[in-house]
């Protein structure tokens, strides 16, 4: 595939042209972004390869673009889902501090001198809100750093899979941050009925809540499109990745649930706990969403997706 600076303006134009939500809407969009250093500076990216180079530069063109369009929208409140936070190994965890801050480095230069800080303003009220209605039902609970639930002085620390998303974001709105427990590492299929049932949940809380929402889901595709990186390579790479991006474009559950997941072990992707997370906000609310992928290309060992769910 011939890919040129043109694809950028292409991306660009074709974001804009959405459908924006209704003015009574709660749950604006879905929205997936990266948080692969190469993202965030593809112009540091040391590679020969010209293709890898230009893959890189067309995901950040498309997180900027995204980004963009979320800033748009003008949502009240984000809601960020990570698989890289600060982890239990049993708990999804609400992060509880009033605000948090932290850096993120490239792949290629770490941090000093290559830093990318951002400090976010948690919403403590609605995090606490959805541990107390969670934790009833799932293995959910809330996290203070050095200090009591919304009173801390001292900001949550947060690292790549929290400041990439948000720092290309780059809005003051409030956050309210969900971390994966870290036994995803194990076995991850068997999570599935309680990721979409945790994200049924969670899809009617935020739609019937009266902030308006926009949902990021920070993830990464395979980490084994390569023998040189620390995965390895698995033949399940490619095809995990290229079936999730049709899972977003015809928004077929089966491709996710059946499909991918027959591959995401071998495959190793961080964001499919999310997906399956989003796909259960998608299936609770009855709603007709208008979704595309932006980009989805592997220009080192993993893969790195930007696509969109937006109400219709």
Known sequence: MCLTIVSVAIIVLCLHLVVLPTCDSKLDGIFILPHGG?????????????????????????????????????????????????????????????????????DNC??????????????????????????????????AAFGPPGEADDPMPLRWGEVIPLYFINSSTPVAILSEPYRRYGNILAMIP??????????????????RVSVVISADLAHTHSADGPYGYSPAAEPFDMTVAAWVKTQ??????????????????????????????????GLNWDSSVLVNYHP??????VARFVRT
């Open 194 to 211: 309680e990721m979409l049932s945790l994200g049924s949940f969670l899809g009617q809380y935020l739609e019937k809540m009266s902030p």
């Open 110 to 143: 770490a941090c000093p001198p290559c830093c990318y800080e951002f400090r976010a303003k948690i919403s403590v009220d609605i995090a606490e809100d959805l541990v107390e209605q969670l934790s009833v039902k799932f293995n959910v609970s809330g996290l």
């Open 252 to 285: 077929n559950a089966d491709l996710l649930l059946n499909d991918a997941a027959q591959l995401v072990t071998d495959a190793k992707s961080c964001g499919f706990p999310g997906f399956v997370m989003a796909q259960g906000m998608m299936d609770a609310t």
């Open 300 to 305: 080192s060992y993993f893969g790195m997706m």
């Open 38 to 106: 190469i993202a965030i500076d593809p112009f540091g990216f040391k590679t020969l390869n010209a293709t890898s180079k230009t893959e890189a530069i067309l995901i950040h063109s498309a997180c900027l673009s995204l980004a963009s369009h979320i800033r748009s929208l003008q949502s009240d409140l984000l809601f960020l889902v990570t698989p890289h936070g600060i982890a239990d190994r049993k708990n999804f965890l609400l992060y509880l501090n009033p605000n948090a801050s932290g850096v993120a480095n490239t």
